[in-house]
């Protein structure tokens, strides 16, 4: 079994940097192909930014603001998320489109 856990979450100003992590742990396991999600109270889970084999996508409403990465041994997936807005906050999902292994969460708070 595979367990993802995120890291980085946390409280920031609007404007502000954050800069997610998420380490796979159990069997041997590589992010070739992976997705953050988020989901804000009352709304559904949407999909922020996915790697595909070092091709990325983002959702509209990045704009330029956020980057999606992999570390070389593709062990640790990264979103580094820029220009921060209050409507960024939401939980913070990262997720393997191989094997469909969710992490847990991570909460992203942009508030003055």
């Known amino acids: 079994q595979v367990q993802l856990v995120e890291s980085g979450g946390g409280l920031v100003q609007p404007g502000g940097s954050l800069r997610l992590s998420c380490a796979a742990s159990?069997?041997?396991?590589?992010?070739?192909?992976m997705s953050w999600y988020r989901q804000a109270p009352g709304k559904e889970r949407e999909l922020v930014a996915r790697i595909n084999i070092g091709a990325t996508t983002y959702g509209d409403f990045v704009k330029g603001r956020f980057t999606v990465s992999t570390d070389n041994a593709k062990i640790t997936a990264y979103l580094q998320m820029n220009s921060l807005k209050p409507e960024d906050t939401a939980v913070y999902y990262c997720y393997s489109n191989i094997g469909h292994y969710w992490g847990q969460g991570t909460q992203v708070t942009v508030s003055s």
């Open positions: 159990g069997r041997v396991f590589k992010f070739f192909d």
